[in-house]
């Protein structure tokens, strides 16, 4: 009960806080700040502290001690401390180092939710069309478990002390709060160093060039260096949710979606667009080279056949006035 408490008034806490820059720096002007789903946010901000998290610590205490199994080393107070030559670095380093590479692997643990099976768990993260800071929290728990365990037992294999990773994951919980809100800053001449609210609300775009892009937790040069970074001057998303997955609007609805294997839909990412999109697309005259460029890297199924199949027809097209000149020609002679 005290926890549930506590969760309350720091939802009260940051409402008026985040609320309030929402409503002097808008990213979407004239979004209402209470939404037709704003009920099931709050159901996640119930269950997530006291489920997932819960959830999270026994299964991550378990690998730690897994993992230090493997290692040769017994779980023990001395453990906290970290091992090996990292902890005769500076502290100052060790943090820096800490960070980056828990960035790197958050980056590649983000981009394989964005595939295959493991998007409809992520699907419920991203089916928000109204994107403000209360949605931060709709994370189903296996993406959220898996998301923050990766870098936490990567980290531990390689020695950074366990105190220092107990503020890691609440860093990343509360910075991402921020990113997701309904706020246009985008940190001017930093926004290739750290990451802003404008920067992640790209990744939840609908919109095509937005799609699969801005994984990195915290630092957007780590998508710079894998070409994954987008982030236009001048413009910001408008629309948010999930392109070809049917997400369920409620709360329970959203825990069993990715368990369902009725839903087919759910075997795409948002940013993989249907095949009959791309040759809407093709067909509309837009198949230059950039876009094809752009459809190659999506993997689609069956877009090298389609590819090949349209430029034939194109070429028939473009074919069939000459044959008919050639023929009126003939029959004027």
Known sequence: MV??????????????????????????PGQPWRRRDSNVDMLYWLFTP???RTILKIVGVAGV????????????????????????????????????????????????????????????????????????????????????????????????????LAGYVPLLTFYAILLHANVDWSFGPLRYV????????????????????????????????????????????????????QVPETFLGQLLFPFRSDSAEGQSSVARPSLDAVVAKCLAGAETRKVRAFIDTLNVPGWPQTAARLRVDRDKEAEKPARESVAADYDQG
């Open 65 to 164: 001690i897994v993992v230090l199994g493997v290692l040769g080393r017994q779980a023990g107070p001395r453990i906290a401390e970290g091992f090996g030559p990292l902890v005769w670095q500076p502290l100052w380093l060790l943090l820096i180092e800490m960070l980056l590479l828990g960035d790197l692997i958050g980056y590649w643990t983000h981009r394989w939710f964005h595939r295959s099976r493991q998007w409809k768990f992520h699907a419920v993260h991203h089916s928000s069309t109204r994107l403000d800071w209360l949605s931060t929290l709709r994370v189903h728990p296996v993406n959220d478990v898996v998301s923050k365990l990766v870098p936490a037992l990567v980290l531990v294999c390689l020695g950074f002390p366990l105190k220092a």
């Open 194 to 245: 750290i990451a802003s609210p404008q920067f992640h609300r790209w990744h939840h775009t609908t919109e095509e060039q937005g799609l699969n892009k801005n994984f990195a937790p915290l630092f957007p040069f780590v998508d710079l260096a894998f070409g994954t970074f987008h982030m236009p001057r001048g413009r910001r998303p408008e629309r948010f949710g999930t392109s070809g997955t």
């Open 50 to 52: 006291l489920v997932t």
């Open 3 to 28: 926890q549930i408490f506590g969760i309350l008034i720091a939802l009260a806490g940051l409402s008026v806080l985040l609320y309030t820059l929402e409503r002097l720096f808008p990213s979407v």
